[in-house]
Nanobody, 123 residues
Framework: QVQLVESGGGLVQPGDSLRLACAASGRTFSTYAMGWFRQAPGKEREFVACISQDGASAFTGDSVKGRFTISRDNAKNTVYLQMNSLKPEDTAVYYC????????????????WGQGTQVTVSS
């Protein structure tokens, strides 16, 4: 079993940057593909980014493409989400997730989820 803990959320202004981190427990982190999803109030959960087990493949959702970057450090059991040029519409709870299969934009591909971290973009 994998436990995931997100951190790094907060209140920022439009145009600012923020880096989220997701720390995983256990010794098998490198065997999991990782994903970031977000959910705004009243909206469905949305795919943000995902990365393969070895970090060689990464994908981002259309709404954040060119602004957000996912990366991972298997030695630290941590996956990151670098968010630049933040917009008010990026406001949401951000969740990280771990799955045994390859990097995927589908939430059902992931077996373990963190509790989420709030990101608020407002002037």
């Amino acid at each position: 079993q994998v436990q995931l803990v997100e951190s790094g959320g907060g209140l920022v202004q439009p145009g600012d940057s923020l880096r989220l981190a997701c720390a995983a427990s256990g010794r098998t982190f490198s065997t999991y593909a990782m994903g970031w999803f977000r959910q705004a109030p009243g909206k469905e959960r949305e795919f943000v980014a995902c990365i393969s087990q070895d970090g060689a493949s990464a994908f981002t959702g259309d709404s954040v493409k060119g602004r957000f970057t996912i990366s991972r450090d298997n030695a630290k059991n941590t996956v990151y989400l670098q968010m630049n040029s933040l917009k008010p519409e990026d406001t949401a709870v951000y969740y990280c997730a771990a799955g045994r299969f390859g990097a995927s934009s589908l939430s059902q591909s992931y077996d373990y989820w963190g509790q989420g971290t709030q990101v608020t973009v407002s002037s």
